[in-house]
């Protein structure tokens, strides 16, 4: 009889992972002075102010934006540049949908590229042979944690005078080359999601250090309201995208946790990635020497089914839940969402755009292939657990390996 939990046997691992989220006084403290000063509109309170200053100084920036949410977050950064009907912002096909919708938001194209074998990030090369005379951004996505390779897109950006922007959603702390992410760009965006590294449910910021591009920026997350002038003045395009003072109290005190969780998720994710390549078809998202931090939204592995009899994404997953390792679902590609392959992408972009052939649509996309449909992700809160925890990971990993005929 196979001893795999799935099948009937024991589970590996018999300790729990950390709850996430995690909190404790200081977050009810901070509620609760929100509660009780009766300033909980962020719009005459301090504490979102202070904690969008204490997040972009974090980072190395000189200011910050908090917003709603993460789509937001981009949403107000095209706004914010200009970018409009006719445009083309070019992005990653695997990455979440906000990064393409956000596009659309603005009636411009969302044009997606392919990404690197090695880390699933947007590929530099592909994304400078995506350039076209419309063109005004690239959007690079961090996965996982792991930032793109900012070098060569701070590099191509520059040469073509196109704005560089960082979704940051998943790396927040992350480094390249001892530079916080979020500041290689015009801007970096992040959210702050149930799920992410640091969170108050939900939530969003946009952190920069340029000066006319943050006045901008707050002025459209603000209904078009510019610092200094009568409230009731209104220059520009802009919405409510405030945060509550409520959720900045909350963020303010995640940030204090999240210097040391960051150094525990990495530490964790390198045993990983020392024990999991030990394993026969197990292939760890590749750290390149160039990020010497990652935030590790996710521990990101591929499985090659051909080194386990055969089996399944979604069995080699149902395995491992049943053994007691949390996974969450990778992204599928962008092109193949039903937004776009019904067409209803078109309302979003000007007439004589929306009439056009789209690449697109016609493209294979195999990395993007085998990142959204052969990789297993581990959340976040595993990574915060011990040494114990890692082993125990990889030792359920080996043993639904050597049993994986058992589950064909």
């Not at 996430?20 to 009810?28: A, F, I, K, S, V």
């Not at 909350?250 to 204090?256: A, C, Y």
């Not at 998720?265 to 390549?277: F, G, I, P, V």
Request: glycine share 8%.
């Amino acid at each position: 009889m196979s001893s795999l939990a799935l099948l009937g046997g024991k589970k590996t691992k018999g300790k729990p992972f950390p709850l996430w989220p995690q909190y404790d006084e200081m977050e009810r403290h901070a509620l609760n002075e929100v509660l009780e000063s009766r300033i909980w509109w962020r719009t005459p309170g301090t504490r979102t102010l202070e904690f969008e200053q204490a997040f972009a100084n974090f980072h190395g920036a000189r200011y910050g934006i908090a917003v709603t949410n993460g789509t937001a977050a981009l949403e107000v950064t095209l706004a914010a540049l200009g970018i409009g009907p006719g445009d083309e912002v070019i992005v990653p096909n695997f990455t979440f949908v906000a990064t393409a919708s956000a596009v659309l938001f603005a009636n411009a194209l969302p044009v997606m590229v392919d990404v690197s074998p090695q880390t699933y990030c947007i590929d530099p090369d592909l994304a400078e042979a995506a350039i076209t005379s419309r063109t005004k951004a690239i959007i690079a996505v961090h996965m996982g944690g792991h930032p793109a390779d900012l070098d060569r897109l701070r590099q191509i950006t520059a040469d073509r005078g196109l704005a560089l922007i960082e979704d940051s959603a998943h790396a927040h702390a992350t480094e390249w080359r001892g530079q916080k992410i979020g500041t290689f760009g015009i801007s970096g965006t992040f959210s702050f999601q149930s799920s992410k590294l640091m969170t108050a449910g939900e939530g969003g910021i946009i952190i920069t250090s340029d000066e006319k591009f943050e006045r901008q920026a707050r002025s459209v997350h603000d209904c078009g309201r510019m610092p200094g002038e009568w409230f009731y003045s209104h220059f520009i395009y802009g919405s409510n995208y405030r945060l509550s003072e409520w959720q900045g109290a909350i963020l303010k005190v995640q940030l204090s946790r999240l210097d040391q969780q960051t150094k525990r998720r990495h530490q964790n994710a390198r045993t990983l990635d020392r024990l999991l390549s030990e394993i026969p078809g197990i292939t760890p998202q590749q750290l390149d020497p160039r990020c010497t931090l990652n935030g590790q939204y996710a521990y990101i592995f591929h499985v090659d089914k051909r080194e386990l009899a055969g089996i399944s994404t979604e069995r080699f997953i149902a395995a491992m839940n049943a053994e007691g390792i949390p996974n969450q679902a990778s992204y599928p590609p962008l092109h193949e969402l039903d937004v776009f392959r019904s067409g209803e992408y078109r309302k979003r972009l000007s007439h004589s755009q929306a009439q056009e052939a789209h690449a697109f649509l016609r493209e294979q996309f195999p990395v993007t292939q085998k990142a959204a449909w052969e990789t297993v992700w581990i959340p976040q809160p595993a990574l915060l657990g011990d040494d114990e925890d890692m082993h125990e990971i990889a030792a359920a990993l080996h043993k639904i390996r050597a049993q994986a005929k058992d589950l064909a």
